[in-house]
C-alpha cells in the first residue's frame, strides 16, 4: 500500500471518533460571508435567484467590516478560522477592497468562490496584493455547455483566461468546481485536459441537486444511471491520476456507501454545516452552509451577538434526529449519513430530496 493510501485508510479508520468530537466540540473553522447576491450571470441552476442588483436590505460595507472589527476582537485564534467570500458574485461588490483591507487588518486567512468572469489581471492582482489564499472557480463543461448553464456568451471563455492568470500567480490553493448535468457529462474529460493545460491541479464535481432554479428543470438534474455513470468515471480516473499532482473529487455533497465514497473522494462524507461551518447572509441572517434553506437560519449580525448564537442556537445542527424522517426512518446507513447533507433538506415536505444512497441500491 502507498503512503497516500496508508494514510488515507487511517484518516478513514479514525473518522467515526474525529466527527463525534468535532460535532461535541463544534470550533467554528470556516466562515462564509455573502457579502452581496449581485452577479452578473443568470446561472439555470442559482440557488439564490441572484441578480444583476443587490438585494434590499443587504449589509452596507460599512457593516461588513464593522462584523470583521467584531471577530477580530472576539477570535482569539485567527489563523484557527477561515473566512470565505462569497455571494451572488463577490467581485460584484463595489467596495470588495475595502472589506479584504479589514479582513488582512485582522490578520484571518481568507479564500473566495468566483464565477471567474471578472478575473482579469487587474484584479487578480488586487486580490494577491491583498493575501488572498484561496481562490475556487466555476467551469461547467465547455464552452456551449458551461455558457448555456451560466446564461451569458462568453463566460467559458473569461473563466479559462482567468484560471491561466491565477495559475500563475502565489495562491495556495486553486480549484475548480464543475456542476454536473446532462449536458456536460461527457465532456468531463475534455474539462480535464483544459485544466491541466491552465495549470490548475485540484478540481471538485458536484451533482447539480433539485433545489431553488433547478428544482423543476430536468434539463439540469442527472438520471439515476448517469449518476452512477459520473461516480465511475471519477473513480476511474482518480486511479489513472494517481502520482500526477492532480486532485480529483466528488463533492461533499451527499453521503455515498463506504466504498463508493472512499473510491470518489479523498475524504470521508461528513457535512459540516453549523459543526464548524457557519455564514452570515447578505441580509445579516445567521446560518451555517450558505446553500442550506433560510429556513433553518438562527438569528441576524444587526440583532444578535454571532458567536452566542454559533454556541447556543446551532445544536439542531449537531444532532440531527429531526432530519429522520421519510425513507431515513427505517434506513441501515442512518448513524453515518445522519438525513444527508444539510442543502438537500426541503423544509417545506420536511424531508431529504436526494439520496444517493439509494440511488446506488437501484442501480448497482
Known amino acids: 500500500m502507498s503512503e497516500s493510501r496508508f494514510s488515507g485508510a487511517l484518516r478513514r479508520a479514525a473518522h467515526p471518533i474525529y466527527r463525534r468530537l468535532e460535532t461535541t466540540v463544534h470550533p467554528l473553522r470556516y466562515l462564509f460571508l455573502e457579502i452581496t447576491q449581485r452577479c452578473n450571470l443568470n446561472c439555470l441552476h442559482c440557488g439564490s435567484d441572484c441578480g444583476r442588483q443587490a438585494r434590499p436590505g443587504e449589509l452596507t460595507t460599512d457593516e461588513w467590516i464593522d462584523f470583521v472589527h467584531y471577530l477580530g476582537a472576539r477570535v482569539k485564534k485567527k489563523k484557527g478560522l477561515f473566512l470565505v467570500i462569497t455571494g451572488g458574485e463577490p467581485l460584484c461588490h463595489p467596495e470588495l477592497p475595502r472589506i479584504l483591507d479589514a479582513i488582512n487588518e485582522h490578520g484571518f486567512p481568507y479564500g473566495m468562490v468566483t464565477n471567474g468572469y471578472l478575473l482579469g489581471d487587474r484584479t487578480v492582482a488586487t486580490l494577491v496584493d491583498r493575501g488572498i489564499s484561496s481562490i475556487t472557480v466555476s467551469l461547467d463543461g465547455m464552452r456551449d455547455s458551461h455558457d448555456w448553464l451560466r446564461g451569458v456568451p462568453g463566460s467559458f471563455d473569461r473563466a479559462v483566461a482567468g484560471l491561466r492568470i491565477l495559475a500563475k500567480q502565489p495562491i495556495r490553493f486553486l480549484d475548480v468546481v464543475t456542476c454536473s448535468n446532462p449536458r456536460n457529462l461527457t465532456e468531463l474529460p475534455a474539462v480535464l485536459e483544459i485544466l491541466q493545460d491552465a495549470g490548475v491541479r485540484r478540481w471538485r464535481i458536484f451533482s447539480i441537486f433539485p433545489k431553488g432554479r433547478a428544482k423543476d428543470n430536468e434539463e439540469l438534474l442527472l438520471t439515476d444511471e448517469q449518476l452512477v ?136
Open 229 to 364: 455513470v459520473l461516480l465511475d468515471w471519477i473513480r476511474d480516473t482518480r486511479t489513472k491520476l494517481e502520482g500526477t499532482g492532480f486532485t480529483l473529487d466528488f463533492s461533499c455533497e451527499g453521503y455515498l456507501p463506504a466504498a463508493v465514497d472512499h473510491a470518489v473522494r479523498n475524504e470521508p462524507y461528513f457535512c459540516r454545516a453549523g459543526i464548524c461551518i457557519g455564514s452570515v447572509l447578505c441580509d445579516g441572517a445567521i446560518g451555517a452552509c450558505p446553500n442550506i434553506t433560510r429556513d433553518l437560519v438562527q438569528g441576524n449580525i444587526r440583532d444578535d451577538d454571532f458567536l452566542t448564537v454559533w454556541e447556543e442556537r446551532f445544536e439542531r445542527f449537531r444532532n440531527r434526529e429531526w432530519m429522520k424522517t421519510d425513507n431515513c426512518i427505517d434506513c441501515g446507513e442512518w448513524n453515518r449519513c445522519k438525513g444527508n447533507s444539510l442543502h438537500l433538506w426541503d423544509n417545506d415536505e420536511k424531508r431529504t430530496v436526494l439520496c444517493y444512497h439509494r440511488i446506488l441500491l437501484k442501480n448497482t
